[in-house]
């Protein structure tokens, strides 16, 4: 017997949730690689922590798609029986640990956003995801407090550390837009108040992000083109790889449980 | 080459309100911000804890152990500092 | 988790101390007394509870390194939890060991340089690899069951920082024997592939669990002072019986064989184990075990490539406090 990936219907409020949860999943992922192997013990502790939020919050943004769905599907099987392809999350989650200041700098972008997000997405017309909302929006808002506490320590440290820290904001400032962006099924799901519409945020993520790495001595790339596909399936080389690690059991002894 | 040290704090955390702030340990910051974030992460990760306290262990003084005869057992003698201490009639009732 | 063969201690030479603080500090600890960090101890009691203490601190966070090894790859997201909260844990357990030590005036950056120079050792444990996912369920299972038999007496040990320590590690670990037991339940009662590779991960893990307790009281050196010091309560043989009782009837009600087609019930109704190779044991301890470089080659990487993360925090710890100071000033 082989495991085939599975189908997954992707109605508008399905992918919705789909799309968040995998955000969450990926970049929980990315933060579990780092357990044991941190800068410091203390740090070990911080990243595990926000790591085990955001994979309570994937868990239970999968059960919704699932439930939205009606096929069958549950968290595992969309997280370990989708392929590249399938996966919905942004580019920027998926971009691998790096050093220390590039976990960082990726961490203060997405938190920053999803604090706003959460926040936002608590006044939601759909009374799921105005719970996960409530839930995910303090994990979210203590993300953003830790994460620019580091990159404040990291760009205004030593020149190393400021070297480093600027390096990782040029190299992953382009897969920021992406999480502003919106489709036609996510317009639908604006429209009837389900959703927000993240453009209305980016105001105020810029004068988060702006401030603290004023603070921080560094600087925003001039740039801003940005990087698209993720919410459609088109990765980075990177998914693939963490896709194989993360779903290697499950693939190799089909349909067993665990 | 030895690996400098990092200023080390002592913890107290308050587990709910009405209760005072209770040492719990210590860790290893740079600085006040991640001392009490650090704290955060390792002493309340069941839901221990309300509210944390960090200080430098360098800013506590302790009282010496070997005075301590000098410094407790003074206490040890003043009985009619207790309410046992005081013979109320049984008709009086609770005092 | 814990290592009983690491509780060796350092002789008794209160000879050059005072003998009259020595005799009061013992009928402090025959009265059940706690001592207390700033308390007068003898040289000998404060050097065997450093390395007690820091070494069962190291165990924990090179403890982190084989069970990591599969977070990334845990089979279900409720497992992947589970897993990274309770190597979280560790390195947490390690933590307030480390806080625990540094009260008897060791600094942990020097605790820890002697693990990563090699000199300090922790659980032999630790230097086996793990293979496949039946071998996180049988660390939690055994490793941690071992573990707790062992730390459970600790909460009772003399010095106070140390057993409040202990009391905090086995409130939290309660749940990491029963993760590992539930995984095990799970995997034998799955295919018979997996339960192949539950009966796999216990015949490479049972013989070095059994030696987690240590040598055999009679050719183990140091236990007379650390008993009469109250660090020690138990000694290693009676731990490895208690535990090896215990296990029995959960490998049977699991359907696995316990590697040791010797082993028979004695009258008392304790299982008697066939005898153990010590010498692996000893080249574990070495440095010769399958996995001992590599798991000190993650921890020194990990330290050397955090070390611009660790200067960069100094440094701005630094030019705050200068700018808080001339703000003052102003």
């Known amino acids: ?258 | ?95 | 988790m814990y290592t009983q063969a690491l509780n060796s201690s350092d002789g008794d030479d209160r000879g050059v101390e005072d003998v009259a603080r020595a005799s009061q500090f013992q009928a402090r600890i025959d009265a059940d007394e706690r001592i207390e960090p700033n308390d007068w101890m003898p040289a000998a009691y404060r050097k065997t509870l450093t390395r007690q203490i820091s070494q069962h601190a190291h165990s924990e966070i090179v403890g982190m390194l084989p069970e990591g090894n599969w977070i990334t790859r845990a089979p279900s997201l409720r497992r992947k939890a589970a897993l990274l909260a309770k190597v979280q844990d560790e390195c947490g357990h390690g933590l307030y060991l480390y806080a625990a030590a540094e009260t008897l005036g060791t600094s942990r950056e020097e605790l820890v340089d002697a693990m990563l120079s090699g000199k300090a050792k922790y659980s032999s444990i630790f230097n086996y690899p793990t293979l496949t996912w039946a071998d996180i369920g049988t660390i939690g299972w055994l490793v941690d069951g071992a573990a707790i038999m062992n730390q459970i007496p600790l909460c009772r040990c003399s010095y106070g920082p140390y057993a409040r320590a202990m009391i905090r590690v086995c409130k939290e670990e309660s749940f990491h024997q029963r993760q590992g037991f539930e995984i095990m339940v799970t995997l034998c009662r799955g295919t018979a592939e997996q339960k192949a590779m539950a009966q796999n991960a216990l015949d490479r893990w049972w013989w070095p669990v059994l030696m987690m307790f240590g040598p055999p009281d009679q050719v183990s050196q140091h236990s007379d002072t650390s008993t009469k010091w109250k660090i020690k309560r138990f000694s290693n043989d009676e731990l490895r019986q208690k535990f090896i009782d215990a296990t029995v009837p959960q490998a049977e009600f699991l359907g696995l064989t316990i590697p040791d087609p010797g082993m028979k019930q004695n009258e008392n109704g304790n299982w008697v184990h066939s005898p153990i190779d010590w010498d692996e044991f000893k080249q574990v301890l070495a440095g010769n075990g399958p996995c001992n470089r590599d798991r000190l080659a993650a921890r020194r990487k990990a330290h050397e490539e955090g070390a611009w993360v660790r200067e960069a925090a100094a440094a701005y710890a630094e030019k705050r406090k200068s700018r808080q100071l001339a703000q003052a000033a102003e």
């Open chain 2, 1 to 95: 080459m030895a690996t400098p040290n990092v200023p080390l704090w002592e913890v107290f955390i308050r587990s709910r309100n009405g209760l005072a702030h209770k040492h719990v340990g210590s860790l290893h910051a740079a600085d006040a911000t991640l001392a009490l974030q650090a704290a955060r992460d390792i002493y309340t990760r069941r839901g221990e804890g309300l509210s944390i306290w960090v200080v430098p262990s360098n800013a506590i003084t302790a009282s010496d152990p070997s005075e301590k005869g000098m410094m407790f057992e003074p206490a040890e003698s003043k009985i009619y500092r207790h309410p046992t201490f005081y013979d109320v009639p049984d008709e009086v009732g609770h005092m």
């Open chain 1, 1 to 258: 017997m082989t495991v085939a990936n599975i189908e997954v219907s992707e109605t508008p409020l399905m992918l919705y949730a789909l799309r968040r949860a995998d955000d969450a999943l990926i970049l929980g992922h990315r933060l579990s690689e780092w357990c044991g192997h941190a800068p410091a013990m203390e740090e070990d502790m911080a990243l595990a922590n926000m790591g085990l939020d955001l994979l309570g919050q994937a868990r239970e943004l999968y059960t919704y798609a699932a439930k939205v769905e009606g096929r069958g599907n549950d968290e595992d099987k969309f997280a370990y029986l989708r392929d590249v392809r399938q996966y919905r999350n942004l580019l920027l989650v998926e971009q691998p640990n790096g050093d220390f200041a590039r976990t960082m700098v990726r961490q203060f972008f997405y938190a920053a956003f999803a604090d706003l997000y959460w926040r936002a997405m608590m006044a939601s017309s759909d009374p799921t995801f105005a719970a996960i909302a409530a839930k995910s929006e303090k994990e979210s808002a203590y993300h953003v407090r830790h994460s620019s506490e580091w990159v404040v320590r990291l760009g205004d440290g030593t020149e190393e550390s400021h070297r480093r820290a600027q390096t990782a904001i040029d190299d992953l400032w382009a897969y920021t837009g992406e999480m502003f962006a919106v489709d036609d099924g996510e317009r639908g799901l604006i429209d009837a108040g389900i959703a927000i519409d993240p453009a209305t945020l980016k105001a105020r993520w810029l004068k988060t992000v702006t401030g603290i790495v004023n603070e921080a001595t560094l600087a925003l790339p001039k740039s801003d083109w940005m990087q698209q596909g993720g919410r459609v399936g088109s990765h980075s080389e990177h998914l693939g790889h963490l896709l194989s690690e993360l779903q290697s059991l499950q693939r190799t002894f089909p349909g067993a449980t665990w």
